[in-house]
């Protein structure tokens, strides 16, 4: 089984904001695979389902991004599941392009709040991720304020293919072929 949880802030405010991009993938892949995410249990609402043979926990914790790590330690003790293995973190990251995704086995949390809570409670950083581009922020913004921002038209579009390739990247991995999902999404892109 595996445990796949997109980050993001609960409530209606932050819908559709940079920060929510991995509530938006798990919202993609339960689209997809015909499971709704509405028990609220472990602090998350979660969906239970099967993606190609594989049973799978779709979660989106509801603790606020900078807590995150308290649904997941919860959903990970009660599920019994391997975080090495078996676990997948989707999330935002200012340091990559808009729609640009990047996939890792593990590694620090490179600043963002919600990584470094979950490696609090997890007590490492070896599980798996699927990083989702936001955008870098303007050199004027706050960050706090750029990433409960929402996307241009232009980005939406640039993101709507960027959660594609997450939710392809994801499905790469419940396969077991994390270095496949990695040679095909980590290579920068091309240039136009």
């Known amino acids: 089984m595996f445990i ?5 802030n609960p ?3 932050y ?4 920060h929510n991009a991995g509530f938006e993938v798990i919202d993609r892949i339960a689209d997809k695979y015909n499971i709704s995410v509405d028990t609220k249990k472990h602090r998350a609402l979660i969906g239970e ?7 799978v926990i779709l979660a989106k914790p509801q603790t606020f991004m900078n807590l ?3 649904s997941v330690r919860s959903l990970l003790d009660y599920y019994k599941v391997d975080e090495e293995q078996e676990f997948i973190v989707i999330y935002d990251d200012i340091s990559l392009d808009n729609g640009q995704i990047r ?9 963002h709040n919600g990584i470094k809570n979950i490696i609090a409670h997890l007590g490492g950083q070896v599980f798996p991720r699927v990083k989702v581009g936001v955008g870098e922020k303007p050199s004027k913004y706050d960050l706090a304020d750029y990433v409960l921002g929402h996307f241009s038209k232009e980005e939406q579009v640039l993101m709507d293919e960027g959660y594609a390739h997450a939710v392809h990247a994801v499905e790469m991995i419940l396969e077991g072929d994390i270095s496949a999902a990695m040679n095909e999404y980590n290579r920068k892109k091309k240039e136009e």
């Not at 819908?15 to 940079?18: A, P, Q």
């Not at 996939?103 to 600043?111: D, E, F, L, N, T």
């Open 68 to 70: 995150s790590g308290e």
């Open 4 to 8: 796949i949880v997109g980050l993001g």
């Open 11 to 13: 409530s209606k405010e």
């Open 103 to 111: 996939i890792r086995a593990k590694g620090s949390a490179g600043g």
């Open 15 to 18: 819908e559709g904001t940079r």
């Open 49 to 55: 389902g099967i993606i190609g043979g594989q049973k």
